[in-house]
């Protein structure tokens, strides 16, 4: 990492190892308390996603026939003035109703999972980097220190052009990671809904760093020979949490158009992002990032509602970029000696807290229940209204959703944030033990964190889930489902990536230290 200097927010830790003489690294202790400062704009953003014009409409329309109602209570209604408040009331519901948001059903989805040849373990892949000759002694003690305190496990997966000897970073083996991932996330997504790729309307892919000419939706097309009038996206450069924004997009592109269905495909391409230098600020990427992929299948069908999983309720999208800082903190570039990487830059901690507090700023409004609203903004104008020096309170998101989903981008993050919003080991799991057994799959991690969920049984109809999920941009997105029906863990032996080693979790991952939190923040 870049030089920095010693304050409240940053941390110098000294590190031995055995045989080594001691490493010196500025890391950040972690995430401010972002809950702790708010913004009065992002809260009254959140009640404006609240009111959509339809609901606004019947409301104008029908307060006022009921308060004439009331008002001419003792008057006799003759049929005339019976049938013409009837047509009064049918006209607003009849717009009302065509207004209406479509509902948007998620079917089911899938994730990959590879081959059990492209396992690697911790101790193999350090043995593969120290075997490579590309780093200097200094770089492969940072990525053994890195690498025994991400909170990654023995099982992570890697494409074949990395474990290659030497490594064959080139374009056809990047292709052939991309359509291992993707064809086999969509072969079980078919499999399991019994739905042809001839009926897909609607193709999203989002890979940040891979974008092949044709376009990986073209390799979709191309390879299940759908449909000529079908409208594929390919979203690139948009980092972890454009899951999130394929999930939005596909939103609105199914409720402009009806009776289809949406695919959305996320992951990312590691073969080719491959980082040989020694700026340890590139070095992370190396020790976080693993092989993996998700297809989900969205519909925006009535007659769907009785078999999906989920429905989609709210999205909320926080986008920092137009601050340098938070465009910067997350950056392709070549380092001294022309080596390609991304680096990630000292702020980062800090950018990922603002962005992570606007959007849940922005969010509560739309799923808290009135009680922790009331008491929430009561506080807010203390503070902001009168000056008061009293703390913010703290919304019990936990009354909110009964599963979370938060991105498994690193043990720095995670611990941030079950702090932050209160949260229990028990709500932590899914991205926890996601992040051992996968390592960071980018933009699908989410899913292997809702597969993790489903595979303990642990869904049942009603329930609620928050998705969310932060990325370079600065970006940070969240996606609240409810669960249509109970989904058991049976259900899941076939098609969940956690049916053979479900026995096997939750494992017990040693406590994280100051110099370990640092490692475990990649997005």
């Not at 903004?377 to 020096?389: I, M, P, S, T």
Request: glycine share 6%; net charge positive.
């Amino acid at each position: 990492m870049e030089s920095i200097d010693m304050n409240e927010e940053r941390l110098l830790a000294e590190v031995d190892f055995k045989d080594s003489s001691p490493i010196v690294i500025k890391i950040r202790r972690k995430l401010p308390d972002f809950l702790h400062s708010v913004k009065l704009k992002y809260v009254k953003l959140g009640y404006g996603y609240s009111c959509n014009p339809a609901t606004v409409l019947l409301f104008l329309a029908v307060v006022p026939l009921f308060a004439q109602a009331w008002s001419a209570r003792t008057l006799l209604l003759d049929t005339a003035t019976i049938l013409l408040g009837a047509a009064a009331l049918t006209l607003p519901l009849g717009i009302y109703w065509a207004k209406r948001p479509r509902p948007i059903y998620l079917v089911d989805f899938a994730c990959y999972k590879p081959q059990d040849e492209r396992k690697l373990s911790v101790e193999s892949f350090l043995k593969m980097t120290a075997d490579s000759g590309a780093f200097e002694d200094e770089s492969i003690n940072f990525q053994n220190k890195i690498s025994h305190r991400s909170g990654l496990g023995d099982e992570t997966y890697f494409p074949r052009g990395i474990t290659s000897h030497p490594p064959n970073l080139s374009m056809v083996e990047a292709r052939l990671e991309a359509e291992n991932v993707m064809f086999g996330a969509l072969d079980s997504l078919f499999s399991s809904t019994g739905i042809s790729p001839s009926q897909i309307g609607i193709v999203i892919v989002n890979c940040s760093l891979f974008n092949p000419t044709p376009s990986l939706s073209s390799m979709i097309v191309n390879h299940y020979k759908m449909r000529t009038d079908i409208k594929s996206f390919n979203l690139g450069g948009m980092g972890c949490s454009a899951g999130l924004i394929s999930i939005d997009l596909a939103k609105h592109l199914l409720q402009a158009n009806p009776d289809t269905y949406a695919v959305v495909v996320s992951t990312e391409n590691i073969t080719l992002n491959w980082y040989f230098g020694n700026d340890r600020s590139m070095l992370l990427c190396n020790c976080i990032f693993r092989m993996g992929g998700a297809a989900v299948l969205l519909s925006n069908k009535g007659r769907d509602r009785r078999r999906s999983k989920y429905e989609l309720v709210h999205t909320v999208r926080t986008h920092k970029g137009a601050d340098d800082k938070s465009y910067n903190c997350v950056y392709q570039r070549e380092d001294d000696t022309g080596t390609v990487g991304v680096s990630l830059a000292r702020e980062l901690m800090a950018v990922a807290g603002d962005a992570l507090k606007t959007n849940i700023t922005t969010l509560g409004p739309l799923v808290l229940p009135l009680s922790e609203q009331v008491m929430f903004l009561v506080r807010l104008v203390k503070r902001k209204v009168f000056g008061a020096r009293v703390r913010p309170y703290i919304p019990d998101f936990k009354l909110a959703f009964e599963h979370f989903c938060i991105h498994a981008g690193g043990r720095a993050v995670l611990d941030a944030i079950e702090k932050n919003l209160l949260l229990s080991e028990w709500h932590m799991e899914p991205s926890r033990m996601t992040l051992h057994r996968f390592g960071n799959t980018s933009s699908s991690s989410l899913w292997y964190e809702l597969a993790y969920t489903e595979a303990k049984g642990r869904v049942s109809r009603g329930d609620r889930v928050w998705q969310i999920a932060f990325g370079s941009g600065f970006k940070c997105n969240s996606a609240v489902w409810k669960a249509l029906r109970e989904i058991s863990a049976e259900e899941c032996r076939s098609n969940n990536p956690w049916s053979d080693c479900m026995d096997k979790y939750p494992v017990h991952i040693p406590a994280s230290t100051a110099a370990s939190s640092a490692s475990a923040t990649a997005t």
